[in-house]
């Protein structure tokens, strides 16, 4: 089943002499519970795309449907909206509320829509995230890895329609960059999470089930994962 469509999908930066075309009419799409792996060097296109899939900016033409849903004809309450509730987002710096201790950072999206917190799958989250014994800490009384399962579990919290993955371990070790792969393929199965991770390493890329490889905003291929 297609939960995320992407058609014609362009973004322009600049006119005249200063115009840089990021991204140019690229088409895909992505099944419920697929893990994507996208992959580039500098400058092919990225991170642009992951913002406009998150809804964080708007694309010069194209199309965006999460959930059937046409992501940009939605006004800006909406799709303020539509990022809190169907998108959840991992960051390189983790990017946690430093006076927040653990638990309030997980919840902080749920709490943030005027929800009530489920208690049962929060533990769960924590349990599976390991962070039991964190749970009144602080960003600064964590480690790097523990800080990135923080911010991991805020992305689960709202059971998100994508979870979008920005370099999420390239600010990790090598043991810890492994440890954060396991989990985002432990929530890909156990909670068949669709996972979109933007990565130049394709070491990291082949735990993915599928790598969609970008060069200068266009899209060079498509692979299954053997």
């Known amino acids: 089943m297609e939960i995320l469509k992407v058609e014609g999908l362009t973004k322009i930066y600049g006119k005249g002499e200063t115009k840089v075309t ?3 009419h690229l088409s895909f799409s992505v099944n419920k519970g697929e893990f994507v792996a996208i992959v580039g ?3 092919s296109g990225k991170s642009t795309l992951l913002h406009l899939l998150g809804g964080v900016d708007r694309p010069t033409a194209g199309k965006i449907y999460v959930d059937s ?6 006004n800006e309450t909406n799709l303020a909206i539509f990022r809190r509730r169907q998108v959840g987002l991992i960051y390189q710096f983790y990017n946690l509320i430093p006076i927040l201790n653990v638990k309030e950072n997980i919840t902080l999206p749920i709490l943030l829509d005027n929800k009530q917190v489920d208690e049962v799958y929060l533990k769960e989250l924590i349990d599976t995230l390991g962070l039991e014994k964190r749970i009144s800490h ?5 480690s790097g890895g523990q800080q990135q399962r923080v911010s991991i579990g805020r992305a689960l919290m709202n059971r998100p329609a994508i979870l979008l993955a920005d370099e999420p371990t390239g600010n990790l070790d090598s043991k810890t ?3 954060i792969i396991e989990l985002l393929k432990l929530s890909n199965k156990k909670y068949g999470q669709t996972i979109i991770m933007i990565t130049h390493d394709h070491n990291l890329a082949l735990s993915a089930d599928r ?7 266009h899209i060079t291929s498509d692979e299954k994962v053997a």
């Open 22 to 24: 990021a991204l140019d």
């Open 41 to 43: 060097s500098s400058g």
């Open 69 to 74: 849903e046409d992501v940009y004809k939605l």
């Open 138 to 142: 602080l960003p600064n009384e964590l």
């Open 177 to 179: 960059s492994k440890e």
């Open 211 to 217: 790598i969609i490889t970008l060069e200068d905003g």
